[in-house]
């Protein structure tokens, strides 16, 4: 399954360029986002709003943060959506996008099952409670897919003092389908796993998984938004790009939607708006 996986996506990888340059005109912007924010529903919302609003239309293809960024780095898309700091700041060094744009947060959480037998529920630092479940062997599930969320993961170890590995610490090898996928197969296996907390509130009532260790500041989830560079790549759509872009981070428009996603079904919002724009127009 793994194959199929990877062939698809080769196969995928060499019709983004006739995807992109067969759009009719250039009012045409295809992305690559990573996968949490797909699985939750909200860049399908608004690129809907966006299309709707501006007749611009704009579609994407779904992958890990590592892998979405290695897209971009073919110039096959316009922008990227993804969420690893150090991973985007490498991208733009380099010279594949010109500048990294704060979008939206939520938050990562630790999730396990309710019976809790490593003892974490309630502790403050994430670290803690990794270096916790380490110390006590309990199964744990990684995405290892060097995604977003594997990369967030890796660095809080890192901050815990522990390189995890062993028989209690798994990497899913189905990861790269991102955390819905992960998700699930940690339920099925009652483990621990580090999850952001969207994915964990639109599969809540399909899963037995709890939370267990929340709101430490290490925990934010920052996602961003990278035009991709058009002195590198001149067929890049850059114009329609930076009007998404402009559009998603005004506060009258894509903040507002991130504001109120999810809040009628879940009864609290998925995503917080995050644009420099929204926080300017929150300290008037």
């Not at 899963?207 to 989830?221: A, Q, R």
Request: proline share 5%; net charge positive; glycine share 10%.
């Amino acid at each position: 399954m793994k194959n199929i996986f990877v062939s698809c996506l080769a196969l995928l990888l060499f019709l983004i360029p006739t995807l992109t340059f067969a759009a009719e005109g250039d009012h045409f912007i295809f992305m690559a986002s990573t996968i949490g924010p797909i699985d939750a529903g909200i860049v399908g919302v608004l690129e809907d709003a966006f299309e709707k609003e501006t007749g611009i239309r704009v579609r994407h293809v779904g992958a890990g943060t590592g892998a979405a960024l290695k897209i971009g780095q073919q110039g096959n898309v316009d922008l990227v959506m993804v969420h690893a700091k150090s991973l985007e700041e490498k991208y733009i060094k380099d010279g594949f996008g010109t500048k990294r744009l704060p979008l939206m947060y939520n938050d990562f959480v630790i999730l396990g099952p309710a019976a809790d037998p490593a003892g974490i529920k309630g502790l403050k630092s994430a670290a803690e409670a990794l270096k916790t479940i380490a110390a006590k062997g309990v199964p744990f599930i990684s995405r290892g897919d060097k995604s977003g969320t594997h990369v967030a993961e890796m660095e809080l170890w890192e901050k815990s003092g522990i390189k995890p590995g062993g028989p209690w610490y798994k990497v899913y090898e189905k990861g790269s389908e991102g955390n819905a996928a992960t998700l699930k197969y940690t339920d099925q296996q009652g483990a621990y796993t580090f999850m952001d907390r969207a994915t964990f509130l639109s599969l809540q009532k399909n899963i037995k998984l709890v939370i267990l260790v929340e709101k430490d500041e290490v925990l934010l989830n920052f996602i961003s938004l990278i035009p991709v560079n058009p002195a590198k790549f001149p067929k890049v759509n850059h114009k329609d790009a930076l009007t998404f872009i402009a559009w998603l981070t005004a506060p009258d428009k894509g903040q507002l939607i991130i504001r109120d996603f999810g809040k009628d079904k879940y009864g609290s919002p998925l995503f917080f708006p995050n644009s420099e724009g929204w926080k300017a127009a929150q300290r008037k």
